[in-house]
Antibody, heavy 120, light 106 residues
Framework: QVQLQESDPGLVKPSQTLSLTCTVS??????????WSWFRQLPGKGLEWIGY???????YYTPSLEIRLSISIEASKNQFSLKLSSVTAADTAIYYC????????????WGQGTMVIVSS | VLMQSPGTLSLSPGERATLSCRAS???????LAWYQQKIGQAPRLLIY???RRATGIPDRFSGSGSGTDFTLTISRLEPEDFAVYYC?????????FGGGTKVEIK
């Protein structure tokens, strides 16, 4: 079955760039129709959609993060990645990668999540 | 904005749970989904297009509503249903989530 696994950057210093990778297994990231997405959940809070990338490379970002955000695909490794620049403590969260249900902007396949702490 | 109520629902196994999600503007095409999240786990898709159950979701979970008012009903709570539930709209960009309803054991 399809599985997603986030990398584990652990601690990131303020003002640096957070880099996360999601490795996809059980399916090709180039399979048509799917969006590959990032979400986050601040400590004790609800869910926030960050953005997604289509298999063709088109990207869609949430406006509040767009200026600091980049999502890309590395098809040869069956991975997609997130880079968030100029991080602050407010970016401390659990980050999830996910895949959409075909034809819809809902997400039925999720990674287990990775905790990212922004601290000096 | 999606407002979920109540914030916490205290019920016993076997009881019926009714969770509300109210949108500040009409959700286009009733593109409203519900997720379940347990501690330490990723969200699990339950319902989409307001009332369609996702694959493998038991029929005790049902969704209803349209426009701005939506409801998730769990007909008879099982022990594994005690969790936090989120609604998500995808009728307009950006995708947004409600603040969640915690269903706890009374």
């Amino acid at each position: 079955q399809v599985q997603l696994q986030e990398s584990d950057p652990g601690l990131v210093k303020p003002s640096q760039t957070l880099s996360l990778t999601c490795t996809v297994s059980g399916a090709s990231i180039n399979s048509g129709g799917h969006y590959w997405s990032w979400f986050r959940q601040l400590p004790g809070k609800g869910l926030e959609w960050i953005g997604y990338i289509y298999y063709s490379g088109s990207t869609y970002y949430t406006p509040s993060l767009e200026i600091r955000l980049s999502i890309s695909i590395e098809a040869s490794k069956n991975q997609f990645s997130l880079k968030l620049s100029s991080v602050t403590a407010a970016d401390t969260a659990i980050y999830y990668c996910a895949r959409n249900l075909l034809g819809s902007d809902v997400f039925d396949i999720w990674g287990q999540g990775t905790m990212v702490i922004v601290s000096s | 904005v999606l407002m979920q109520s109540p914030g916490t629902l205290s019920l016993s196994p076997g009881e019926r749970a009714t969770l509300s999600c109210r949108a500040s503007q009409i959700v286009n095409n009733n593109y409203l989904a519900w997720y379940q999240q347990k501690i330490g786990q990723a969200p699990r898709l339950l319902i989409y297009i307001a009332s369609r159950r996702a694959t493998g979701i038991p029929d005790r979970f049902s969704g209803s509503g349209s426009g701005t008012d939506f409801t998730l009903t769990i007909s008879r709570l099982e022990p594994e249903d005690f969790a936090v539930y989120y609604c998500q709209q995808y009728g307009s960009s950006p995708l947004t989530f409600g603040g969640g309803t915690k269903v706890e054991i009374k």
